[in-house]
């Protein structure tokens, strides 16, 4: 394992707020991953200013335009904001980046930070940059998961869900998410996909996107990110994302282990096999699913052009 001072106060923090002995902040949360990644070289009051700069913007967007009785005043506004090119984003919509779209060159591609200075983003940052602004004027939405995939669910004026897709731009419905990243009746009913996050469950993300950022960062499936992975399965036993990462950190610790000793069995061995496929059929119980890279670019490709088919029509 590599040591890491700032990887492991930003676990150590991101525990004591998971398991509430200190106020939940999702802005705090993202802070901790992209403070670690930079090796502990970013300024917390200014990433706060960043965002409250948005914020104090898109507070004065609803006040000119009389809005402040809506309780979807603040999804208004965000959808605004990230869909139409306005003076509130400098003339300029946010956008999918279909660079580097999974992170692996460069872990950065994912933070929020990348999002405010480019205007463009993936699938998790966009969806976490509208949470935490939404947090900051005071507004509902939640996070929900497709496979390989994030995006916004908030209650609508009329009580019901309302999912935002910021990839494209638009509101989209339950079932194009599900035709579009072919999602299992199990797994909706396991609350796997399509369900809207807790703020705990929040936080459990942004503790398996330190161990991504840790291991994406020294390339290596070690002590770190298998410890980020149990401390949230500690909470929560099902959550899938953690799930996924034990299972990575064990497959990868049994292709060193056969490329060291070969097929000599040792109790560490069976005991990382044991863990591996323990992982494996939890997540198959559950109905969790995950689409391929290629999959998941070509289903954001149709997405994006059946978009532009409708607007021809």
């Keep these: 394992m590599v040591k890491d001072q700032a990887f492991l106060d930003g676990l150590n923090e991101l525990q004591l707020m998971l398991n509430g002995k200190i106020p939940y902040s999702l802005k705090r949360a993202e802070f901790i991953v992209e403070w670690a990644y930079s090796g502990g070289n970013m300024n917390y009051e200014k990433f706060c200013h960043d965002i409250d700069s948005i914020a104090y913007i898109l507070n004065r967007f609803i006040e000119v335009n009389g809005i402040q009785q809506y309780k979807t005043a603040p999804n208004f506004a965000l959808f605004e904001y990230f869909t139409k090119p306005s003076p509130m984003n400098g003339n300029k919509a946010f956008s999918y980046d279909f660079e580097d779209f999974t992170g692996k060159k460069d872990f950065r591609k994912l933070f929020i930070t990348k999002v405010m200075n480019t205007h463009t983003g993936l699938c998790t940052s966009l969806p976490l940059y509208y949470k935490i602004l939404c947090n900051e004027l005071g507004g ?6 497709a496979p390989k995939h994030m995006y916004v669910k908030h209650i609508g004026e009329d009580g019901k869900w309302v999912n935002i897709e910021l990839t494209n731009g638009h509101f989209v419905r339950d079932e194009w998410l599900i035709q579009t990243h072919q999602i299992n009746t199990e797994a909706i009913r396991n609350g796997v996909f399509l369900t809207a996050l807790s703020d705990k469950e929040n936080i459990a993300f942004m503790i398996t996107q330190l161990g991504n950022a840790y291991q994406q960062k020294y390339n290596s499936w070690d002590y770190f990110p298998l410890r980020c992975a149990e401390e949230v399965l500690k909470v929560l036993p099902n959550f899938c994302y953690a799930l996924v990462l034990k299972f990575c950190v064990h497959q990868q610790l049994g292709f060193d282990y056969l490329d060291r000793y070969g097929q000599v069995r040792t109790q ?12 494996m059929n939890r997540l198959d119980s559950l109905g969790y699913s995950q689409q391929t890279d290629e999959e998941y670019k070509q289903s954001v490709e149709k997405a994006l052009k059946d978009i532009e088919n409708e607007a021809k029509e």
Excluded: G, I, T, V
């Design 140 to 145: 509902q939405s939640s996070l929900a998961f």
């Design 268 to 279: 560490y061995s069976d005991y990382n096999y044991s863990e591996f496929q323990r992982m």
